[in-house]
């Protein structure tokens, strides 16, 4: 399923680990026609990516539980899709050097149209 969003389709890797944050990214793209692809956790993230799914974005925790954290799914995914765009969202400070490059840093809290208006100005280029 592609559902339009402007001009195009997206579908959208999610990995976070909090499950309220996640039903919240779910809702929030179910409302914008987004197709939400994955589960919550750094190795459903990869599965879907090795699988060669479709993916057109990632949007990572960076606390991840176990020993990939999203700075290291980000960079796994990218070396598979090295188009994919990359959305990191933290409540901490960070490094942005670690970051892949062309990535979008959302600092927690932030609102839930803040995630689909990222995705638009990412996809914007490649899928209009």
Request: hydrophobic share 40%; charged share 25%.
């Amino acid at each position: 399923m592609n559902p339009e969003f402007s001009n195009g389709a997206a579908t959208v890797l999610v990995a976070e680990d909090e499950p309220l944050i996640l039903d919240m990214i779910s809702q929030e793209l179910a409302e914008q026609r987004l197709c939400g692809a994955g589960g919550g956790d750094r190795r459903g993230g990869l599965a879907i990516i090795e699988s060669g799914q479709t993916v057109d974005v990632l949007f990572t925790d960076m606390r991840l539980p176990g020993e990939l954290d999203g700075w290291q799914l980000a960079a796994t995914a990218r070396e598979a899709k090295p188009e994919l765009s990359v959305i990191y969202a933290t409540g901490y400070t960070v490094d942005r050097e670690a970051a892949v490059p062309g990535s979008v840093f959302l600092k927690k809290p932030y609102r839930p149209s803040a995630i689909t208006e990222t995705i638009r100005t990412l996809i914007a280029p490649t899928h209009s």
